[in-house]
């Protein structure tokens, strides 16, 4: 059966009450609100994050404010040089293009209601990360195995995150070789696969 990630990524739409999982990081997005559905304004979504479980590395929203409210259990957060310890009823916010992670700091699942303004394309981003993830692409820490798959989705999603102490600019600058090479192996790919169709249809006919 088609996981909900990769149908949604297939199809470019996550609707509200969607739930996808990523199962190497443990993180689970539950959405309530989406870029369609707020007319981009607002992406809100339930989150859960298993014991243990910790967002892949730091990374900076470069236009986007986001806000995370605990529910459930104990969160760590990293935001900028600060250090934080929240517990349901806290609020952490935080600004355009201050870095920031987060782990779980319980024993239990660790459960928050996150807003992103505005919504801009992460929850495609969420979905791409989530169905890469099932599909076996992903370290154990969360990140593409494949360099050149890193590079690509770095590059299609920095308006929505970068690394810390990289711009947008600069990070386009050092990943534009490896995403001319993942380009070509994709061109490359489709091109073979055109082939292969060709030749079984000669071969049919």
Known sequence: MESLAKAAFTDGMISPGQT?????????????????????????????????GAVPLPHVHPVQTERFEVVDGRV?????????????GDVV???????????NAGEGEARMRVEVRPALAMEDMFAEVVAMAEAGRMNR?????????????ARKYDQ??????LGVRLQRVLLAPLVFLGRHRRLGRTAALAGAAAAVGGVVA
Request: charged share 25%.
């Open 76 to 88: 760590t957060f990293r935001v900028g040089r600060r250090k934080i310890q929240a517990e349901p």
């Open 93 to 103: 916010e935080v600004e355009p293009g201050v870095a920031h992670s987060f782990a």
């Open 20 to 52: 996808v999982e990523n199962p190497v990081t443990g993180e689970r997005f539950t959405f309530t609100d989406t870029a369609a559905s707020s007319g981009g304004e607002l992406l809100a979504f339930d989150f859960g994050l298993r014991p243990g």
């Open 160 to 165: 929505e995150a970068h690394a810390p102490l």
């Open 141 to 153: 820490r969360g990140m593409p195995r494949n360099l050149l798959d890193l590079a690509t989705l």
